[in-house]
């Protein structure tokens, strides 16, 4: 298929989005691939994928826990943003990152406001080139498990939570990666998920000085 990453965003709704998540808003076109990973795309490799960063203005963003499954080995059990591959019929990756995270959280697409997108990033272990889409919704729009079968659970985890030093932590696996990581929630966030979250709470302005040498080692 043709790789159509932009979706349509409205900047007259944007407009109309809580004051707080301004900062976000103005940073997100500068940020780059360098910024957030090492691994940057290259043209012709790697599976197409979008996630949907979800915030609200109860100053959260939304996490998923991936389902334990064989089907899965390399994500299974770890927290990540809801999302998933690109298929032939998604128009962009605006479409594939709503409709995945409707197929998994149960969100009315129609009720997110998507106000940016990241550059696309590439997840060696996995080979897939993962464009992470931005939005909003209200925070009382329900979300949940929709398919148990992808994800276990879904938590609203307050950016304060994900700013506090105390839970802020480096993550050490076994090959040798070496990254920042959240614990939040009874879950541990790190690899691709953190790297995101860690690079935008920078640019935007809201991350507190942390203790890097506070390390949790992975296990294979």
Same mark, same amino acid.
């Given at each position: 298929?043709?790789?159509?990453?932009?979706?349509?965003?409205?900047?007259?709704?944007?407009?109309?989005?809580?004051?707080?998540?301004?900062?976000?808003?103005?940073?997100?076109?500068?940020?780059?691939?360098?910024?957030?990973?090492?691994?940057?795309? +290259?043209?012709?490799?790697?599976?197409?994928?979008?996630?949907?960063?979800?915030?609200?203005?109860?100053?959260?963003?939304?996490?998923?826990?991936?389902?334990?499954?064989?089907?899965?080995?390399?994500?299974?059990?770890?927290?990540?943003?809801?999302?998933?591959?690109?298929?032939?019929?998604?128009?962009?990756?605006?479409?594939?990152?709503?409709?995945?995270?409707?197929?998994?959280?149960?969100?009315?697409?129609?009720?997110?406001?998507?106000?940016?997108?990241?550059?696309?990033?590439?997840?060696?272990?996995?080979?897939?080139?993962?464009?992470?889409?931005?939005?909003?919704?209200?925070?009382? +729009?329900?979300?949940?498990? @929709?398919?148990?079968?992808?994800?276990?659970?879904?938590?609203?985890?307050?950016?304060?939570?994900?700013?506090?030093?105390?839970?802020?932590?480096?993550?050490?696996?076994?090959?040798?990666?070496?990254?920042?990581?959240?614990? +939040?929630?009874?879950?541990?966030?790190?690899?691709?998920?953190?790297?995101?979250?860690?690079?935008?709470?920078? @640019?935007?302005?809201?991350?507190?000085?942390?203790?890097?040498?506070?390390?949790?080692?992975?296990?294979?």
């Amino acid at each position: 298929m043709m790789w159509r990453r932009r979706g349509h965003i409205d900047d007259s709704r944007i407009q109309a989005l809580p004051e707080w998540i301004s900062p976000l808003i103005h940073v997100v076109p500068s940020v780059t691939t360098e910024e957030v990973t090492r691994f940057a795309p +290259v043209d012709g490799q790697g599976r197409h994928a979008a996630v949907l960063i979800l915030f609200s203005s109860d100053r959260d963003v939304v996490l998923i826990e991936r389902a334990s499954t064989p089907r899965d080995a390399i994500h299974s059990g770890q927290p990540a943003f809801p999302g998933g591959a690109v298929e032939p019929h998604d128009v962009d990756v605006r479409a594939a990152a709503l409709r995945e995270s409707h197929e998994e959280i149960g969100v009315d697409p129609a009720s997110v406001e998507v106000f940016g997108l990241l550059p696309d990033l590439w997840i060696p272990v996995s080979d897939f080139v993962v464009s992470p889409v931005l939005g909003y919704i209200d925070p009382q +729009v329900p979300i949940g498990v @929709k398919d148990p079968s992808e994800v276990s659970r879904v938590e609203r985890v307050a950016i304060d939570a994900l700013c506090e030093p105390s839970n802020r932590v480096t993550v050490v696996h076994p090959s040798g990666y070496r990254g920042p990581g959240f614990t +939040v929630h009874n879950m541990l966030v790190w690899g691709f998920t953190a790297g995101v979250l860690d690079s935008l709470l920078d @640019k935007s302005g809201w991350s507190q000085p942390w203790d890097v040498r506070r390390e949790v080692a992975i296990e294979r």
